[in-house]
């Protein structure tokens, strides 16, 4: 029987020691597997690749509070952050000398005291206890409020107190968001690198 069309076995050392005209249409077997082969990878990585690149877009906006005892911050806003109309707003700003120099932040009541939640609304309530937290060489309590707005609207609201030191760093992200959602984008850009630069330096460190 021809063995015309009919892709035998073949071992190495008959592709070595097999005549060019053969050993010819191997590589070409070779090579067509390959680009099928890598055809079909390519379709499963475009198929299960994740839409986007999941990077959250804020911008500094200005500090939008009155001049109190402390200097301003900085101010961010994330208008596509939860999805929802009105976005989400983080307030930063460090206390200097302003934190127990031993005990850091003790307390749920320190954080009610200090995190600038008054400067939003004065009519705000702690939804339940706060929780120790940590960013970058920080660490501190974060809690989570309701916020009874201006206008009439009811907000979402994480206070956060983080020391180094005897020195307070502070901040309030608030939105008509969910509370898990509004934790998450906030703590995530507080612990971007550009940010805890910022707050390092800020509580003067490496001075």
């Known amino acids: 029987m021809s063995s015309r069309g009919i892709l035998m076995p073949v071992r190495l050392t008959d592709l070595v020691a097999a005549p060019p005209s053969r050993a010819t249409n191997l590589q070409v077997a070779l090579a067509a597997l390959v680009l099928v082969v890598t055809a079909f990878s390519s379709v499963a990585m475009v198929h299960f690749a994740a839409p986007g690149s999941g990077a959250v877009a804020w911008r500094e ?23 929802e109309p009105g976005g989400v707003e983080l307030y930063v700003r460090p206390k200097i000398g302003f934190c127990n120099c031993t005990t850091g932040v003790a307390d749920d009541d320190e954080v009610d005291r200090v995190a600038d939640l008054d400067l939003i609304s004065p009519q705000f ?19 989570v409020y309701d916020l009874a707005m201006g206008d009439g609207a009811r907000h979402a609201a994480v206070g956060i107190a983080l020391s180094r030191r005897c020195d307070l760093l502070v901040a309030v992200a608030q939105g008509n968001v969910p509370a898990v959602e509004l934790q998450r984008v906030a703590f995530d850009y507080l612990g971007s690198r550009e940010l805890r630069r910022w707050m390092m330096a800020a509580l003067g460190a490496g001075h």
């Open 61 to 83: 906006i200005s500090w939008p509070f009155p001049r109190d005892g402390w200097p301003a911050g900085r101010a961010f806003r994330c208008d596509a952050c939860g999805g």
């Open 125 to 143: 309530a702690p939804r339940e206890a706060g929780s120790a937290v940590r960013v970058g060489d920080l660490s501190g309590r974060a809690r």
